[in-house]
């Protein structure tokens, strides 16, 4: 095994500066357990910003991707395969969408949810009517290539990479000002939001919002697209978030936690929308990657378990409760749904408790002023209470 500084130099030398990096290395690991090239233990509670929905190593998943990869790791998609269709009927039976695209990321399938929806009304409505800009909401967090960007809420994100793709507007989560924003310009096509606003700062939207967005954009022929990317696959304790408000969106995006730490990005579709992309409408070499569906086979089949996603919604509880009598005074708000929180604290940055976090054997992410907390969805209680007894001894050094 390398030293830690070989592995840095290594890493500095040859792979763009693109992330401001942590000084450890993880070699392997468990369920929530990360170990580095020294042997020191960690506990993950961001498993891999959201991917590692079954934690690290999990049985199961590994004897899946192990087999598919040593009998037929990639073959495209100008042929049938049984795996991939096999994820294709899952996502649309556990989600009541009709069709499914692939693809490797969540960006990805954010472009792809973006180009159905434009399709969509120029199908419909015709070229003239220009019916083709998008709809999303501030502070929002969509993906980062030019077009995902361009959809992205946030200003910090829209510099540097000019010309951005055109034709999208912006609102806050406020149904009166997007009904005005829709009315006074006449050419959206579609609403695009997440339901849980995550590099946004764990921020949730109200039921009682999307319901009534929901039933507004549709008396428009306007398209609703969930960005299901971060709070998807059981994250919430739901199969999906929007499922927590009983909406029915048009257009759904998946990628992080769906193949358990593997690369994929998944579109659904519902019947309004399943037919809109033709032949060559749309493509993706190695979308539909038949060791990726083999993993994310082994995720679904998991969260869609009698109880497991109930037992999501307990755990998330259970750090909520715990969280309180470990740091009660230091904390000024604990938001999110299921296992996806995020923290304010009072005395220390986001950046700080991260940071001193991993020096006391924890991994945690940060949204924007906010810890958040994205464990492995197959936590323990035990992986639990160490985990934040660690974050608890941040404020006690």
Same mark, same amino acid.
């Given at each position: 095994?390398?030293?830690?500084?070989?592995?840095?130099?290594?890493?500095?030398?040859?792979?763009?500066?693109?992330?401001?990096?942590?000084?450890?290395?993880?070699?392997?690991?468990?369920?929530?357990?990360?170990?580095?090239?020294?042997?020191?233990?960690?506990?993950?509670?961001?498993?891999?910003?959201?991917?590692?929905?079954?934690?690290?190593?999990?049985?199961?998943?590994?004897?899946?991707?192990?087999?598919?990869?040593?009998?037929?790791?990639?073959?495209?998609?100008?042929?049938?395969?049984?795996?991939?269709?096999?994820?294709?009927?899952?996502?649309?039976?556990?989600?009541?969408?009709?069709?499914?695209?692939?693809?490797?990321?969540?960006?990805?399938?954010?472009?792809?949810?973006?180009?159905? %929806? *434009?399709?969509?009304? &120029?199908?419909? /409505?015709?070229?003239?009517?220009?019916?083709?800009? !998008?709809? +999303? #909401?501030?502070?929002?967090?969509?993906?980062?290539?030019?077009?995902?960007?361009?959809?992205?809420?946030?200003?910090?994100?829209?510099?540097?990479?000019?010309?951005?793709?055109?034709?999208?507007?912006?609102?806050?989560?406020?149904?009166?000002?997007?009904?005005?924003?829709?009315?006074?310009?006449?050419?959206?096509?579609?609403?695009?939001?997440?339901?849980?606003?995550?590099?946004?700062?764990?921020?949730?939207?109200?039921?009682?919002?999307?319901?009534?967005?929901?039933?507004?954009?549709?008396?428009?022929?306007?398209?609703?697209?969930?960005?299901?990317?971060?709070?998807?696959? %059981? *994250?919430?304790?739901? &199969?999906?978030? /929007?499922?927590?408000?009983?909406?029915?969106?048009? !257009?759904? +995006? #998946?990628?992080?936690?769906?193949?358990?730490?593997?690369?994929?990005?998944?579109?659904?579709?519902?019947?309004?929308?399943?037919?809109?992309?033709?032949?060559?409408?749309?493509?993706?070499?190695?979308?539909?990657?038949?060791?990726?569906?083999?993993?994310?086979?082994?995720?679904?089949?998991?969260?869609?378990?009698?109880?497991?996603?109930?037992?999501?919604?307990?755990?998330?509880?259970?750090?909520?409760?715990?969280?309180?009598?470990?740091?009660?005074?230091?904390?000024?708000?604990?938001?999110?749904?299921?296992?996806?929180?995020?923290?304010?604290?009072?005395?220390?940055?986001?950046?700080?408790?991260?940071?001193?976090?991993?020096?006391?054997?924890?991994?945690?992410?940060?949204?924007?002023?906010?810890?958040?907390?994205?464990?492995?969805?197959?936590?323990?209680?035990?992986?639990?209470?160490?985990?934040?007894?660690?974050?608890?001894?941040?404020?006690?050094?």
């Amino acid at each position: 095994m390398k030293s830690f500084n070989e592995i840095k130099n290594q890493d500095k030398s040859y792979i763009a500066n693109t992330y401001a990096r942590f000084d450890v290395a993880f070699a392997s690991g468990k369920n929530a357990h990360f170990t580095d090239e020294s042997g020191k233990d960690y506990i993950d509670l961001g498993s891999g910003i959201g991917t590692n929905s079954l934690g690290v190593a999990n049985d199961e998943w590994v004897a899946a991707v192990s087999s598919q990869a040593a009998a037929l790791a990639h073959c495209s998609n100008l042929y049938y395969n049984p795996v991939t269709a096999d994820l294709a009927e899952k996502l649309c039976k556990n989600s009541g969408m009709k069709k499914v695209f692939f693809g490797n990321s969540g960006a990805e399938a954010n472009e792809c949810a973006i180009k159905t %929806a *434009r399709k969509y009304s &120029f199908d419909k /409505y015709g070229a003239d009517a220009q019916r083709n800009k !998008i709809l +999303t #909401l501030r502070n929002s967090f969509h993906g980062r290539t030019v077009t995902t960007l361009a959809a992205t809420g946030q200003d910090v994100f829209h510099n540097y990479f000019f010309p951005f793709t055109e034709g999208f507007l912006f609102s806050a989560p406020d149904l009166c000002e997007i009904k005005n924003i829709i009315e006074s310009d006449g050419h959206v096509c579609a609403v695009m939001l997440e339901t849980i606003q995550g590099e946004g700062g764990v921020l949730p939207l109200e039921d009682s919002f999307l319901k009534d967005l929901c039933a507004y954009v549709h008396s428009k022929d306007i398209l609703l697209i969930v960005d299901e990317i971060q709070t998807g696959i %059981a *994250r919430t304790g739901k &199969f999906l978030s /929007y499922m927590h408000s009983g909406i029915c969106p048009d !257009i759904v +995006t #998946l990628a992080k936690g769906l193949a358990g730490g593997l690369p994929i990005g998944a579109c659904l579709f519902n019947e309004k929308t399943e037919y809109t992309l033709g032949f060559s409408d749309h493509g993706s070499t190695f979308g539909g990657n038949l060791v990726s569906c083999a993993g994310a086979n082994v995720v679904v089949d998991n969260v869609t378990a009698e109880g497991f996603n109930e037992e999501v919604t307990k755990k998330g509880e259970y750090i909520r409760a715990k969280l309180k009598e470990l740091l009660g005074d230091e904390i000024s708000a604990i938001r999110g749904r299921g296992l996806m929180l995020g923290i304010d604290f009072k005395s220390k940055t986001a950046k700080e408790i991260v940071a001193e976090g991993l020096k006391n054997g924890v991994v945690m992410l940060t949204a924007k002023q906010s810890v958040r907390l994205l464990p492995p969805l197959t936590i323990s209680y035990e992986e639990i209470d160490e985990g934040l007894n660690r974050l608890a001894n941040v404020f006690r050094n």
